[in-house]
T-cell receptor
Framework: SQTIHQWPATLVQPVGSPLSLECTVEGTSNPNLYWYRQAAGRGLQLLFYSVGIGQISSEVPQNLSASRPQDRQFILSSKKLLLSDSGFYLC????????????FGPGTRLLVL | QKEVEQNSGPLSVPEGAIASLNCTYSDRGSQSFFWYRQYSGKSPELIMFIYSNGDKEDGRFTAQLNKASQYVSLLIRDSQPSDSATYLCAPSGSARQLTFGSGTQLTVLP
């Protein structure tokens, strides 16, 4: 069966510091991978998605970036965090060729102070 | 107009009752519709999806879709306190990506 991992689970960072969040998927090959952000009491906002290694599509222009160095690894980064970057960051995967059926990881709660 | 609209609630129902959660969407190109359950502090969990007009039943859950009215709903029969969560509606748009509503908070009272 497929499993998706995210770390860290929680993170408190000062404004202006860098960020690196990691997501890995087990038990499947060539998954579609997604990064979402959920602000408190809000819906999910799609940030990036990837259909393959090195292929990244950005949905929202901002100070975040994503990379996919390996088939089942997805990384969300920032060089300088803003207060507005606080939120619940969720990684999701879907089977290759089936973008819609998405399964979420446990998430990373980020607080920028 | 929001792309996906859900009543934010909170919606309270007594244990054993039917909970009805509604969602409207604006993209007429949407073909697939997904319902996720999100417990407080946790990540969303896929519970139902529906592609065709009409009803789809899975245990205590029934999804209903009316593409002409751009309306999808989720019924939870015999509601249990463990059903208390936020329910997210997510149509798949013409770009085959999910667009999530902000969710309806459901509380099932024992």
């Amino acid at each position: 069966s497929q499993t998706i991992h995210q770390w860290p689970a929680t993170l408190v960072q000062p404004v202006g510091s860098p960020l690196s969040l990691e997501c890995t998927v087990e038990g499947t090959s060539n998954p579609n991978l997604y990064w979402y952000r959920q602000a408190a009491g809000r819906g999910l906002q799609l940030l990036f998605y990837s259909v393959g290694i090195g292929q990244i599509s950005s949905e929202v222009p901002q100070n975040l970036s994503a990379s996919r160095p390996q088939d089942r690894q997805f990384i969300l980064s920032s060089k300088k965090l803003l207060l507005s970057d606080s939120g619940f960051y969720l990684c999701a995967w879907s089977p290759s060729g089936v973008r819609e059926t998405q399964y979420f990881g446990p998430g990373t709660r980020l607080l920028v102070l | 107009q929001k792309e996906v609209e859900q009543n934010s609630g909170p919606l309270s129902v007594p244990e054993g009752a039917i909970a009805s959660l509604n969602c409207t969407y604006s993209d007429r190109g949407s073909q697939s519709f997904f319902w996720y359950r999100q417990y407080s502090g946790k990540s969303p969990e896929l519970i139902m999806f529906i592609y065709s007009n009409g009803d789809k039943e899975d245990g205590r859950f029934t999804a209903q879709l009316n593409k002409a009215s751009q309306y999808v709903s989720l019924l939870i029969r015999d509601s249990q306190p463990s059903d208390s969560a936020t329910y997210l509606c997510a149509p798949s748009g013409s770009a085959r990506q999910l667009t999530f509503g902000s969710g309806t908070q459901l509380t099932v009272l024992p």
